[in-house]
């Protein structure tokens, strides 16, 4: 079967990436939990019976972001879902067949994250947290990917807004600096707001512009990183211009199994 999901350039990128661990750091509605949420997919097919884990800072945040995003996202995928709120976990079936389920854990308390096995993971919004303890929540959901399957990359996905550097520019950036031959392990997409702006409402970017710091919208270039504190200044789309070249969604065809 072929699936042909929604992505948008960026997303794209993000998930032809070939790293075992891969960051996409953009801003408000960039699509980070949506790719986050196809990545899961894509393990879903290729991985039948592999499970996956989900992790957000707060519970509210996996019930009130990722339940919504996933099941949109799985439709794209040609998969669907079973939420089971009491339990935390998302079942995925493929024309009424099951596939895979996805373990949706809180980092509030990461000591909390064992006694579990995954074989993919996904880390949303993971800078919002102190370093430290986004590094404990890193290190304790690293411990949790114990499927041995010959193949299984044991992969885990980050999706974030910069915040600066913290976790995400330290285990991304800056270790990969310091240790060039880490550069085949970590993968890094920075993406701009502009680039999903067809998958959100006409008002949404010029209403954070209105409102907030140009962080939040992003720019899609490295030196994010050196920008911690961007100012309402030169707001201009990745392809030079004002908020125009926005109708950029493209479709990705997967081979699924
Ligand atoms: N590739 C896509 N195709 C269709 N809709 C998308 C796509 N990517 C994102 N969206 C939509 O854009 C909005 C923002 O996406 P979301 O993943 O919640 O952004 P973020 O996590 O970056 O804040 C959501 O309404 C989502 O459904
Ligand atoms: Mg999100």
Known sequence: MQVSPRLNRPQARFLALE???RAFVAGFGNGKTWVGSAGLCQHAWEWPKV????????????RDIFYPTIDEAAFDWGLTTEIHESN?????YSNGVYRSTILCRSMEKPGDIVGFKIGKALIDEL?????LKAEMAWRKIIAR??????GLKNGVDVTTTPEG?????????KAVRDKPELASLYGLIHASTYENAKNLPADYIPS????YLSIVVGRSTASRWKHKLARLCRLRSPNGC??????????????CS
């Open 19 to 21: 790293h075992k661990y």
């Open 51 to 62: 499970n996956s884990g989900y992790f957000a800072p707060t519970y509210a945040q996996i």
């Open 88 to 92: 935390k976990e998302v079942h995925l």
């Open 127 to 131: 800078d919002v947290m102190k370093a």
């Open 145 to 150: 990917m114990r499927y041995s399957v010959d």
């Open 165 to 173: 550097f913290k976790f995400v520019y330290q285990q991304f950036v």
């Open 208 to 211: 954070l512009l209105a409102s």
């Open 242 to 255: 004002f908020f125009s070249g926005a109708s950029i969604s493209a479709r990705r065809t997967f081979t």
